[in-house]
T-cell receptor, first 115, second 117 residues
Framework: AQKVTQAQTEISVVEKEDVTLDCVYETRDTTYYLFWYKQPPSGELVFLIR??????QNEISGRYSWNFQKSTSSFNFTITASQVVDSAVYFC????????????FGEGTQLTVNP | GAGVSQTPSNKVTEKGKYVELRCDPISGHTALYWYRQSLGQGPEFLIYFQGTGAADDSGLPNDRFFAVRPEGSVSTLKIQRTERGDSAVYLCASSLSWGAGGANVLTFGAGSRLTVL
């Protein structure tokens, strides 16, 4: 069965600090996809990134970067020089090739960036 | 429309009543999904549609929950004999297709917050 664990329930940082959100997943499929979504107070989940299981290259997009390591089943998300607008709940999610586009989400990490 | 639209945004009802929640997906998106998010939790899958048919309804918690998508566009989630435990935010999402081996990116609506008193 697929499972996603986000051990950090809440993180609080001061603006301009770097912060890493952890994500650990479990799956029996060899082909799967990992996602990060952001949920601001408005409630709408916003897609950030998708990685497939065959591509372990780290990715950087502006202040965001992702570290995918199959050896540890982790897909961590780092925000560099955090800003107040980054405050939100962040969800890691997994979909398996055999389950279509059915996403399994983690519990989420509430990130608060203080000025 | 430009995004996924859900109505109502808030619904308060009494235990035992019937509720309908509506989702209008992005134009041209053939796949539609319903998720339920309880307070402090991640979204949980309920059902998804490819076109008019339910491709996977294994997440529906019991037979009080039912969803339809009669014309392959708008979908309605129906909850009969509501219980207090049904209180949650019901999220709808859509994607261009449902296949692609799990690669589809879902676009979510803002959700319908259901409160059962």
């Amino acid at each position: 069965a697929q499972k996603v664990t986000q051990a950090q329930t809440e993180i609080s940082v001061v603006e301009k600090e770097d912060v890493t959100l952890d994500c650990v997943y479990e799956t029996r499929d060899t082909t799967y996809y990992l996602f990060w979504y952001k949920q601001p107070p408005s409630g709408e989940l916003v897609f950030l990134i998708r990685r497939n299981s065959f591509d372990e290259q780290n990715e950087i997009s502006g202040r965001y970067s992702w570290n995918f390591q199959k050896s540890t089943s982790s897909f961590n998300f780092t925000i560099t020089a955090s800003q107040v607008v980054d405050s939100a709940v962040y969800f890691c999610a997994l979909s398996e090739e055999t389950s279509g586009s059915r996403l399994t989400f983690g519990e989420g990490t509430q990130l608060t960036v203080n000025p | 429309g430009a995004g996924v639209s859900q109505t109502p945004s808030n619904k308060v009802t009494e235990k035992g009543k019937y509720v309908e929640l509506r989702c209008d997906p992005i134009s041209g998106h053939t796949a539609l999904y319903w998720y339920r998010q309880s307070l402090g939790q991640g979204p949980e899958f309920l059902i998804y549609f490819q076109g008019t048919g339910a491709a996977d309804d294994s997440g529906l918690p019991n037979d009080r929950f039912f969803a339809v998508r009669p014309e392959g566009s708008v979908s309605t989630l129906k909850i009969q004999r509501t219980e207090r435990g049904d209180s949650a935010v019901y999220l709808c999402a859509s994607s261009l297709s449902w296949g692609a081996g799990g690669a589809n990116v879902l676009t979510f609506g803002a959700g319908s917050r259901l409160t059962v008193l």
